[in-house]
Antibody
Framework: QVQLVQSGDEVKKPGASVKVSCKAS????????ISWVRQAPGQGLEWMGW????????NYAQKLQGRVTMTTDTSTSTAYMELRSLRSDDTAVYYC????????????WGRGTLVTVSS | EIVLTQSPGTLSLSPGERATLSCRAS???????LAWYQQKPGQAPRLLIY???SRATGIPDRFSGSGSGTDFTLTISRLEPEDFAVYYC?????????FGQGTKVEIK
């Protein structure tokens, strides 16, 4: 079954970091890029960035530059998104989504990981 | 950055009725790089339409997309009970990728 399996929900304190994983199943990770998209409670969708799982090239949303790092581990078919210096407004569901090219639609999504930032 | 504005914010309709959702871009979307997604509560978004008018795999033909340039439309010809959800448009032709704020289709 083709799917993206994300890691479990997290609770973090302000100023901490979080690392969310996204494991590709049923297809070869390096055949598609991965974007990360987040959704604050009751809000819309915000694109965070894209990583080429083949080359490691990344393109981050300017708003998150310096706080976000996207990586992949091809040996385990897993993509990662790390967000640092967490603030309360980073509380959101974080999704990974597959796209064949950098400028392409997202045809497969993970189920999401809720990250709660609270003191 | 391309800003996408969806209208209306909420659409109240009955099953069997036709739904017409609009997505307007602040500048032209290159090569019709416009997608539509459906999201139900507690679920991830699901791809419906890509390239402005191509249905994704497994999407029923009651869903159709049209438009080009700055004006795009998603039409649901006859609403089924499972179609009541939030719909987002997204442009993927330039960086950053951006989404509209969503249109909620609710049961009247």
């Amino acid at each position: 079954q083709v799917q993206l399996v994300q890691s479990g929900d997290e609770v973090k304190k302000p100023g901490a970091s979080v690392k969310v994983s996204c494991k590709a199943s049923g297809y070869t990770l390096t055949s598609y890029g991965i974007s990360w998209v987040r959704q604050a409670p009751g809000q819309g969708l915000e694109w965070m960035g894209w990583i080429s799982t083949y080359s490691g090239y990344t393109n981050y949303a300017q708003k998150l530059q310096g706080r976000v790092t996207m990586t992949t581990d091809t040996s385990t078919s897993t993509a990662y998104m790390e967000l640092r210096s967490l603030r309360s407004d980073d509380t959101a569901v974080y999704y990974c989504a597959r796209s064949q090219w950098e400028y392409w639609y997202f045809d497969l999504w993970g189920r999401g990981t809720l990250v709660t930032v609270s003191s | 950055e391309i800003v996408l504005t969806q209208s209306p914010g909420t659409l109240s309709l009955s099953p069997g009725e036709r739904a017409t959702l609009s997505c307007r871009a602040s500048q032209s979307v290159s090569s019709r790089n416009l997608a539509w997604y459906q999201q139900k509560p507690g679920q991830a978004p699901r791809l419906l339409i890509y390239g402005a008018s191509s249905r994704a795999t497994g999407i029923p033909d009651r869903f159709s997309g049209s438009g080009s340039g700055t004006d795009f439309t998603l039409t649901i010809s006859r609403l089924e009970p499972e179609d009541f959800a939030v719909y987002y448009c997204q442009q993927y032709g330039s960086s950053p990728r951006t989404f509209g704020q969503g249109t909620k289709v609710e049961i009247k």
